[in-house]
């Protein structure tokens, strides 16, 4: 089945300690998007890639980056984790040829303790 | 005032009760509405996509759109204890890839 898998499904981090998430997508979309989620809190987009070109939301702290390395695979970097920063992290994928298919599918999500 | 407006309840109902979760919004350029449901420690699951106004409906699911009273509903018949979960609806400007802004979520409990 085409998905979006995310890995680790949950990571225990020390605070400060540099660490990263990873996403991959079998949908061949153009477009993978990671969001940062709070408990009873709506998503928040981070940023997005739109196949290499790199969309930084105007809100996201520099402590996080981003790698695309090809079409199939997206990384979260925290390059310095903060007890804020624990949260679940979505990655989520679209095309964008309008209609259906440029909705965004969502993977199981990583739930980030930064201790 | 925040873009979109959910209650974030919980909504507790019994098993077979009509379900009805709401959202309104203030963007009046929004014309593509999603409803996603989320498990517990799991990422959001696309329900339904609609564009612009009126009524679409899947299984016992049925989305509705008033663009006039920026209001978008989503209706579950039958509710099971399975449909317990936070719904999520969600809402873009324009089709293609667009930024998509959230509302914060109504958990459900569908009590057997």
């Known amino acids: 089945d085409a998905m979006v898998i995310q890995n680790p499904r949950y990571q225990v981090t020390q605070f400060g300690k540099p660490v990263t998430l990873s996403c991959s997508q079998t949908?061949?979309?153009?477009?993978m998007y990671w969001y940062q989620q709070k408990s009873s809190q709506a998503p928040k987009l981070l940023f997005h890639?739109?196949?290499?070109?790199?969309?930084n939301e105007a809100d996201t702290p520099d402590n996080f980056q981003s790698r695309r390395p090809n079409t199939s695979f997206c990384f979260l970097d925290i390059r310095s984790p903060g007890l804020g920063d624990a949260a679940m992290y979505l990655c989520?994928?679209?095309?964008?040829?309008?209609?259906?298919?440029?909705?965004?599918?969502f993977g199981p999500g990583t739930r980030l303790t930064v201790l | 005032q925040k873009e979109v407006e959910q209650d974030p309840g919980p909504l507790s109902v019994p098993e077979g009760a009509i379900v009805s979760l709401n959202c309104t919004y203030s963007?009046?350029?929004?014309?593509?509405f999603m409803w996603y449901r989320q498990y517990s420690r799991k990422g959001p699951e696309l329900l339904m996509y609609?564009?612009?106004?009126g009524n679409k409906e899947d299984g016992r699911f049925t989305a509705q759109v008033d663009k006039s009273s920026k209001y978008i509903s989503l209706f579950i018949r039958d509710s099971q204890p399975s449909d317990s979960a936070t719904y999520l609806c969600?809402?873009?400007?324009?089709?293609?890839?667009?930024?998509?802004?959230f509302g914060t979520g109504t958990k459900l409990q569908v009590i057997p």
């Open positions: 890639y739109y196949d290499k070109d790199f969309n």
């Open positions: 609609t564009y612009s106004s």
């Open positions: 969600a809402m873009k400007n324009s089709g293609g890839y667009q930024k998509v802004t």
């Open positions: 963007n009046s350029a929004f014309q593509y």
């Open positions: 949908l061949n979309h153009n477009v």
């Open positions: 989520a994928t679209s095309g964008d040829q309008g209609g259906s298919t440029d909705t965004q599918y």
